[in-house]
T-cell receptor, first 116, second 113 residues
Framework: KAGVTQTPRYLIKTRGQQVTLSCSPI?????VSWYQQTPGQGLQFLFE???????NKGNFPGRFSGRQFSNSRSEMNVSTLELGDSALYLC???????????????FGPGTRLTVT | DAKTTQPPSMDCAEGRAANLPCNHS???????VYWYRQIHSQGPQYIIH???NNETNEMASLIITEDRKSSTLILPHATLRDTAVYYC??????????????FGKGTLLTVNP
């Protein structure tokens, strides 16, 4: 069974631009969670989607948004990019959401976003 | 909000037990403690979780103090492949499928031959 895939793997953008990252979950998984990882802040939870609905959201500004499609693929969008948005963006999929989902999460390799 | 504190780095000799501490002194009754690890250039990997009782699985043991203000992840026989950053995470369930996650900054465990 294929793992979680993320595209693109690397991306360079300039301040003020917007970016869209994609995540394809493991087949059959309906939950997709997004995380941001930076050297300064470490891992931070962005949001989780399940059955095309946002179920949970971390403490990030409205510039960070996402959506999930009927095939469970998810996209994350960041508008008006800032230098501080440079990070590794990870997505994780699981069969179910909530309590039962966290210990069954499988992570993708991440998208490395650099904002110049 | 719950806060988690972890030492930034630890060393362990191969074959010995690795004990990784996490302080979560502001934890309350319905907050779970999760541990993940991240091997260099890979995504995080779930290890174990618990609420009040000690837990053990094929990867590790989790010891939670009686007051739940701290926990220790134990890798009983560390190998070189256990070299990774270990994250302690507190999860607060707020009803239904809603929850909030608080991540520690992680401990870089280096297992030495």
């Amino acid at each position: 069974k294929a793992g979680v895939t993320q595209t693109p793997r690397y991306l360079i953008k300039t301040r003020g631009q917007q970016v869209t990252l994609s995540c394809s979950p493991i087949s059959g998984h309906r939950s997709v969670s997004w995380y941001q990882q930076t050297p300064g802040q470490g891992l931070q939870f962005l949001f989780e989607y399940f059955s095309e609905t946002q179920r949970n959201k971390g403490n990030f500004p409205g510039r960070f948004s996402g959506r999930q499609f009927s095939n469970s693929r998810s996209e994350m969008n960041v508008s008006t990019l800032e230098l501080g948005d440079s990070a590794l963006y990870l997505c994780a999929s699981s069969l179910v959401t909530g309590f039962m989902g966290m210990h069954e999460q499988y992570f993708g390799p991440g998208t490395r976003l650099t904002v110049t | 909000d719950a806060k988690t504190t972890q030492p930034p780095s630890m060393d362990c000799a191969e074959g010995r037990a690795a004990n990784l501490p996490c302080n979560h002194s502001t934890i309350s009754g319905n907050e779970y403690v999760y541990w993940y690890r991240q091997i260099h250039s890979q995504g995080p990997q779930y290890i174990i979780h618990g609420l009040k009782n000690n837990e053990t699985n094929e990867m590790a043991s989790l010891i939670i103090t009686e007051d739940r203000k701290s926990s220790t992840l134990i890798l009983p026989h560390a190998t070189l492949r256990d070299t990774a950053v270990y994250y302690c995470i507190v999860r607060v369930d707020s009803g239904g499928s809603n929850y909030k996650l608080t991540f520690g900054k992680g401990t870089l465990l280096t297992v030495n031959p």
